[in-house]
Nanobody, 120 residues
């Protein structure tokens, strides 16, 4: 099963930007949908953004226009560019494969995530 390692988190001020990276242990060329999720303690994991093998993207309404997901199959990497960050987006961010867009579920194993903190 493909393993994912997330990085790029940190502390940022409200309105600031961060770029997260997710590197897979093997090629992602055959993985149809890759996605970023986030989770705060005591809350269910939330889908943030998805991208298909063909570059079709989908975003949660709360991040549309501010976040951009991308994938680089040559580097087995998925990135999430986050702009205009809000304090309520403080969370641990994870990447995973999904079974599809829409109601597709995560299908891979979870990594350790990368922590994002948005605070003045």
């Amino acid at each position: 099963q493909v393993q994912f390692v997330e990085s790029g988190g940190g502390l940022v001020q409200p309105g600031g930007s961060l770029t997260l990276s997710c590197t897979a242990s093997e090629t992602i060329r055959s993985l149809y949908v890759m996605a970023w999720y986030r989770q705060t303690p005591g809350e269910p994991r939330e889908l943030v953004a998805s991208i298909t093998r063909f570059g079709i993207t989908d975003y949660a309404d709360s991040v549309k226009g501010r976040f951009t997901i991308s994938r680089d199959s040559a580097k087995n990497t998925i990135c999430l560019q986050m702009n205009s960050l809000k304090p309520e987006e403080t969370s641990a961010y994870y990447c995973n494969e999904r079974s599809g867009l829409g109601s597709g579920s995560p299908t891979g194993s979870w990594g350790h995530g990368t922590q994002v903190a948005v605070a003045a």
